[in-house]
C-alpha cells in the first residue's frame, strides 16, 4: 500500500512524501495562480498537490518523480494531466 503525506511549507511550497516499496521526499512548488487554474476553490492547495501525486502515481512509481519540481511541469510530461486534476 502507498502513502502519500503533504506537508506545506508555505502556501506555495511543499514536502511530499511517498511510503510505498521505497520511501521518497519531494519539494513540489505551485504558483497560487496555477492552484486556482486546477481548482483550488474546491480544495485546497495541499489537497491539489495530494491529487496530482495520486495522479502521478498510477503512471509511474514514486522513484521515478522528481524530486524537486513546479506542479506546473507535470503537464509536460503528461499532457492529459490538468484535464484529469480539474475533474478529480
Not at 511543499?14 to 486546477?38: G, P, R
Request: zero cysteines; proline letters at 1%.
Amino acid at each position: 500500500m502507498t502513502t502519500i503525506s503533504v506537508k506545506a511549507i508555505n502556501s506555495q511550497h511543499f514536502q511530499v512524501t511517498v511510503v510505498a516499496k521505497n520511501t521518497t521526499i519531494h519539494e513540489v512548488s505551485v504558483s497560487l495562480d496555477y492552484a486556482k487554474q486546477l481548482g483550488t476553490q474546491q480544495r485546497t492547495t495541499a489537497a491539489l498537490v495530494e491529487q496530482s501525486f495520486v495522479f502521478l502515481l498510477a503512471r509511474e512509481s514514486n522513484t521515478s518523480i522528481l524530486r524537486r519540481f513546479d506542479l506546473s511541469v507535470i503537464s509536460h510530461y503528461f499532457p492529459d494531466y490538468e484535464s484529469a486534476i480539474r475533474k478529480a
